[in-house]
């Protein structure tokens, strides 16, 4: 091979059509990111047809402006990766069946990447940049949370630089990111909600609404009927420890049951009309004025409220799964990694404990392909190639 160690990564699992180029794993010459946000935010959520559709009309360009960006042209490349699952069937079976005929035709090889792999070395690519050896001797724990994951991962460097990871906890319904999209949505505010609810509970009271998480008790319940939403179909759930499972339908619920007692439906409705309205581009407000002429300040406390209740518990759990694993690192990453409270409680929570805790930068923890690239370093230095017969596996589990 040429020693340049090119990777082109690709990612198609849900609602962004993304290419990169990385170095060696290491070094991201270019990341680019096609997000479909605008065709899915009248539907407050991602339609999987709209979603392949869209998908099909981007990748092209999409890879185009990866290479261009990173001034690397098709024959330099070492190998192509892709992600295999978990995500969208359809979606994902564009960026297969494109990196399928894109390797054959350049022959190279293939490398499947799991999705929450990616996430995972989102932050290993950026925030330890000189050597991820920093977790050679320790295992590390990650909190994946995004719109389709709340899973916690012992993370351990193997020899040779292979990564093992060990499920240890996840939601039994629906994922942190899902909830703060139905409470936006509950609401009246856009899509995706996490960046709405975000910049209003700056704003709002934290304390005005006490929202709490019932303790999953025991493992006969989680063996038992379990809702079937995304998060839930993505990994086994006997044996984990209930202390690391997470439950977010019920404050989902909470919420409803708030807004119908206080009367909020119909402005929330009229706000929905009005933010969905043609032409209009609604953004997250920026000011107190821009948050207070959005809704009512009950709203807002509300919004708060919810959030500091969410990021509560992901807390709780997090650092219990850390202490009971004596990991001394936290990698926190996905779409939800980008929330503000978030940050800023885990890295005071881990300053006060002594652990170390690190985050993506914010464009690197919603979906892209630098982290596909990334995670497929390893693999491509003990030449772990996809089979040629690769398919999308949907609900594709990570670690054992
Ligand atoms: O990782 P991601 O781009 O896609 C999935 O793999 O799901 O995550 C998207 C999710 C959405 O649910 C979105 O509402 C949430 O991440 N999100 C946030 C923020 N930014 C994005 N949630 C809370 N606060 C944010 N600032
Ligand atoms: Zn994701």
Redesign the pocket.
């Known amino acids: 091979m040429n020693e340049r160690g090119l990777i082109l990564g690709i990612e198609t ?2 609602d ?1 059509t993304a290419a990169a180029v990385v170095e060696r794993g290491a070094r991201t010459l270019s990341s680019v990111v096609a997000s479909q946000i605008k065709t899915h935010a009248r539907y407050g959520g991602v339609v999987p047809e709209l979603a392949s559709r869209e998908h099909l009309r981007a990748i092209v360009p999409v890879v185009r402006a990866a290479l261009a960006e990173a001034g690397v042209a098709l024959g330099d490349l070492n190998a192509i990766a892709v992600t295999a699952g978990p995500g969208l069937a359809g979606a994902l079976l564009v960026g297969i069946a494109y990196t399928k005929g894109l390797a054959a035709a350049l022959e190279l090889p293939l490398i499947a990447v799991n ?1 929450l792999e990616g ?1 995972i070395h989102a932050v290993l690519l950026q925030s330890l940049p000189h050597g991820r050896s920093v977790i050679d001797d320790e295992p590390a724990l990650a909190l994946v949370v ?4 709340t899973h916690l991962y012992k993370v351990r460097r193997q020899e040779r630089g292979a990564w093992s990871y060990r499920l240890m906890g996840r939601t039994v319904d629906d ?4 909830a ?2 139905k409470v ?1 949505k509950l609401l009246g505010f856009g899509y ?4 709405w ?2 910049a209003l509970a700056r704003f709002g009271n934290p304390k005005a609404v006490p929202f709490a998480f019932a303790q999953i008790k025991t493992k006969a319940h989680l063996t038992g009927k379990v809702a079937r939403t995304k998060a839930a179909k993505t990994a086994p759930i006997a044996n984990l420890d209930p202390r690391f499972m997470f439950s977010f339908s019920g404050i989902k619920t909470a919420v409803l049951r708030y807004v119908e007692l206080h009367g909020l439906r119909d402005e929330a409705r009229q706000r929905a009309a009005r933010l969905f309205a043609p032409g209009v581009e609604a953004r997250p407000p920026q000011s107190r004025e821009e948050a207070i002429a959005l809704c009512p300040q009950q709203v807002i406390d509300l919004a708060a409220s919810f ?1 500091c209740a969410v990021v509560g518990d992901l807390m709780k759990k997090s650092f219990a799964a850390a202490e009971s694993l004596g990991a001394r690192r936290i990698l926190v990453t ?3 990694a ?3 409270e ?1 940050r800023e409680r885990f890295s005071a929570e881990a300053k006060r404990r002594g652990v170390q805790v690190d985050f993506p930068s914010l464009a690197m ?3 892209n392909a630098a982290m596909i690239a990334a995670a497929a370093w390893p693999r491509f230095l003990a030449g772990e190639f996809a089979e040629e017969k690769l398919s999308a596996d949907p609900s594709m589990a990570l670690g054992n």
């Open positions: 699992s849900c962004e999705h996430h995004s719109g389709g994951h994922a942190a990111g899902e703060f999209d936006a995706p909600g996490g960046p609810i975000d959030q996905g779409g939800v980008a929330n503000r978030l923890s919603t979906d």
